[in-house]
């Protein structure tokens, strides 16, 4: 890369405070928004509104649509990304401390660990390996066992066990990514989930009854500024900063996002949203993030295997 193309200091310090700290706010808005919107009509007017725009934006720039297969395979990721772990994170945020759900969805690279140990052979289990998966999971229980409430309010299990069906749901997609037959341009790959998460998310909404005495008129400015800021903020400018880091900075730079989100996550939450910082929080998010950097640092026993582009939360 020659200097002509390397990019200025404050920029790449811009985009990486807006996937640090515009991702990790976005819990707290998510809460705020499933307040008042049924969690999965709002992640269906979050997605559908910003792959809209990501994807009408490709086209403008001459970027081609995706084939009929390229379709299928977003559709089919639009299920296991949008669906199942957007639609469970959002439902749980009804449930859960923003924070803890920042937390819980840390554990993403946990499971990502162990589907490339058992079922993609693609990492050996060593005992670094192992040792990291352990704590990774004492964190998990720390935070929402019910033997240990160290003197904190208990999580709710359905809340939880839906964040961890939804860190699952995305482990398994970011997996079949590198294998599916995805549009070349990543920002429209993107914009084709999330068009296509968009409308799954709304379908999935009416055929739960979200559609049923819910009133747009009802609906409070923070709440809609909430979804905007989602929109905006967490999914057009964060990915797209995500984006253009992928190109100038090394995807494991890049990476540390995951550390430095449920952070953020629970500073925002306990500062800006009233949430409480316990010592079961403080014990439990250190367990996780240790666990996180430990294996997301830990080199792979074969072949490195190219980064999954992802839009966070």
């Known amino acids: 890369m ?33 307040r008042e919107v049924p969690p999965f009509l709002l ?35 639009a299920v ?28 993403i690279p946990v499971f990502m660990a162990l589907a490339e140990i058992v079922f993609l052979r693609t ?36 809340g939880a066990c839906a964040l961890l069906v939804a860190a699952v749901s995305w482990s398994v997609a970011a997996s079949l990514s590198r294998k599916l037959p995805l549009p070349a341009a990543k920002a429209m790959s993107s914009g084709a989930q999330m068009l296509a998460g968009g409308v799954l998310l709304t379908l999935t909404a009416a055929v739960l009854g979200e559609f049923r005495g819910f009133r747009v008129q009802a609906v409070s400015r923070g709440a809609w500024l909430a979804l905007a800021y989602l929109i905006v903020a967490g999914s057009i400018v964060g990915f797209t900063a995500y984006v253009w880091l992928i190109h100038h900075e090394s995807p494991t730079k890049v990476g540390t996002y995951a550390y430095v989100n449920p952070v953020v996550a629970v500073l925002v939450g306990y500062f800006l949203g009233g949430e409480a910082i316990g010592p079961r929080t403080i014990v439990g998010t250190l367990l996780v993030l240790v666990s996180v950097v430990v294996i997301t ?17």
């Not at 669906?83 to 969805?105: C, H, K, T």
């Not at 640092?297 to 939360?313: F, I, W, Y």
């Open 80 to 107: 296991l990304i949008f669906v199942f772990d957007y639609g469970l994170l959002f439902w749980a945020e009804r449930r859960v401390p923003s924070g803890i759900a920042a937390v819980m969805m840390a554990t």
């Open 297 to 313: 640092t830990t080199p792979k026993a074969k072949s490195e295997l190219k980064p999954v582009v992802s839009e966070a939360d």
């Open 43 to 77: 992640a269906g007017m979050r997605f559908l509104v910003a792959g809209l725009v990501l994807y009408g934006w490709m086209r403008a720039r001459g970027t081609a649509s995706p084939t009929v297969r390229e379709w299928s395979a977003a559709s089919l990721l």
């Open 2 to 34: 020659d200097a002509a193309s390397q990019p200025r200091a404050w920029e790449v310090l811009l985009a990486f405070a807006i996937i640090y700290f515009v991702w990790g706010s976005t819990f707290l808005a998510i809460r705020v928004g499933v």
């Open 123 to 158: 990492q050996r289990l060593t005992l670094r390996l192992g040792l990291a998966l352990l704590v990774g999971m004492g964190g998990v229980a720390v935070l929402v066992g019910h033997t240990m409430s160290l003197d904190e309010a208990l999580v709710d299990t359905a």
